[in-house]
T-cell receptor
């Protein structure tokens, strides 16, 4: 069974630009969550989607948004990028009971 | 909201020794507590989890204990090996055992010296 796949693996963007990251969950998993990982703040919850509905949102500004498609694939978008948005963005999928399984992440660098 | 504290931030042990990492949580509604191992440059991997209706769970050399009254849970690794070296994260969730929202501790860098 294929694991969680995130694309792209690396991105370099300029301040003020926007970016879209993609996540394909494990087949059969309908819940997809997104996390931001930085050395200073650790792993922080962004939002969670289930059956195309956002069920939970973390404490991030409105520049961070996401969506989920009918095939459970998810995208997150960050608009008006700031230097502080540089981080590893991880998505995780779950059946809804039990553990979350992470993708390899997208390393975003804002210059 | 939930807050998870994790200690120690770094831990160095000799191969064969045991390692213990402790976490406390603040929200009494939390009922699911997973542990993740993250090697350098890799994704976090779920290594063990426990639900609030269980006090202890073991899987070979790793075990997790939960004290609901004190709101703390611990990871125990016995007979440590160099390949156990990684960053370990604890997490807590109040969403019925799913990953609706995991609140993570800051992580523990475990180094196992040969």
């Amino acid at each position: 069974k294929a694991g969680v796949t995130q694309t792209p693996r690396y991105l370099i963007k300029t301040r003020g630009q926007q970016v879209t990251l993609s996540c394909s969950p494990i087949s059969g998993h309908r819940s997809v969550s997104w996390y931001q990982q930085t050395p200073g703040q650790g792993l922080q919850f962004l939002f969670e989607y289930f059956s195309e509905t956002q069920r939970n949102k973390g404490n991030f500004p409105g520049r961070f948004s996401g969506r989920q498609f009918s095939n459970s694939r998810s995208e997150m978008n960050v608009s008006t990028l700031e230097l502080g948005d540089s981080a590893l963005y991880l998505c995780a999928s779950s059946l809804g009971q039990g553990g979350a399984f992470f993708g390899q992440g997208t390393r975003l660098t804002v210059v | 909201g939930e807050n998870v504290e994790q200690h120690p931030s770094t831990l160095s042990v000799q191969e064969g020794d045991s390692a213990v990492i402790k976490c406390t949580y603040s929200d009494s509604a939390s009922n699911y507590f997973p542990w993740y191992k993250q090697e350098l440059g890799k994704r976090p991997q779920l290594i063990i989890d426990i639900r609030s209706n269980v006090g202890e769970k073991k899987d070979q050399r790793i075990a997790v204990t939960l004290n609901k009254t004190a709101k703390h849970f611990s990871l125990h690794i016995t007979e440590t090996q160099p390949e156990d070296s990684a960053v370990y994260f604890c997490a807590a969730s109040d969403s019925g055992g799913s990953n609706y929202k995991l609140t993570f501790g800051k992580g523990t860098l475990l180094t196992v010296n040969p």
